[in-house]
């Protein structure tokens, strides 16, 4: 079953907007990572925060998580039509006897207009 | 390092046939994952391999699926007899470290069962 879910489901805003993608998780977690999908292509990781960091930065990417809240948000800042694709976020389960599972939300489609 | 390899990228058979689906991590990495996405599901784990030893196969969704892991360079994830369901795109994905690192994915096969 799938782990996370992410909101909204899809976005679509103008290039040179700013992108949010918000992701809830259901269990603890170890950490927390964001991935990108093209069209027809594999997925492509963009950036793993750990659950004792709040934030992080990756160029133009800045990755919050909430532990308490059980929630991550992804942030693209001055979006460009190259970054449309499916955002995803994935987690790993603390608790799962040392398992390496990681499982991933259902997705944000997110169209930039050029 | 070409990065993950699968092969064939598009399969179409018929229903009751023999499906393999092959994969190629990239070298050095101990951890490999094969993935079913579908637009009703989204992106499920049905197996993954340690060392080429199965780890968790809780995934799977019945008997008619299969993995083997012969060598490190080498996967092969097998349905039969194969039916319309099963049609999707399967990634495989590797990674040095579990879910504690980023993992690579190929470029998917994409499985239409008719």
């Known amino acids: 079953s799938q782990q996370g879910e992410e909101d909204p489901q899809a976005l679509s805003i103008q290039e040179g907007e700013n992108a949010t993608m918000n992701c809830s998780y259901k269990t603890s977690i170890n950490n927390l990572q964001w991935y990108r999908q093209n069209s027809g292509r594999g997925l492509v990781h963009l950036i793993l925060i750990r659950s004792n960091e709040r934030e992080k930065h990756s160029g133009r990417l800045r990755v919050t998580l909430d532990t308490s809240k059980k929630s991550s948000s992804l942030l693209i800042t001055a979006s460009r039509a190259a970054d449309t694709a499916s955002y995803f976020c994935?987690?790993?389960?603390?608790?799962?006897?040392?398992?390496?599972?990681?499982?991933f939300g259902t997705g944000t489609k997110l169209q930039v207009i050029p | 390092d070409a990065g993950v390899i699968q092969s064939p990228r598009h399969e179409v058979t018929e229903m009751g046939q023999e499906v393999t689906l092959r994969c190629k991590p990239i070298?050095?990495?101990?951890?490999l994952f094969w993935y079913r996405q579908t637009m009703m599901r989204g992106l499920e784990l049905l197996i993954y391999?340690?060392?080429?030893?199965?780890?968790?196969d809780s995934g799977m969704p019945e008997d008619r699926f299969s993995a083997k892991m012969p060598n490190a360079s080498f996967s092969t994830l097998k349905i039969q007899p194969s039916e319309p369901r099963d049609s999707a795109v399967y990634f495989c994905?590797?990674?040095?470290?579990?879910?504690?690192?980023?993992?690579?994915f190929g470029q998917g096969t994409r499985l239409t069962v008719v």
């Open positions: 994935a987690t790993d389960d603390q608790y799962s006897g040392g398992y390496q599972k990681v499982t």
């Open positions: 070298s050095g990495h101990d951890y």
């Open positions: 391999f340690n060392n080429n030893v199965p780890i968790d």
């Open positions: 994905a590797s990674s040095d470290g579990g879910a504690s690192t980023e993992a690579f």
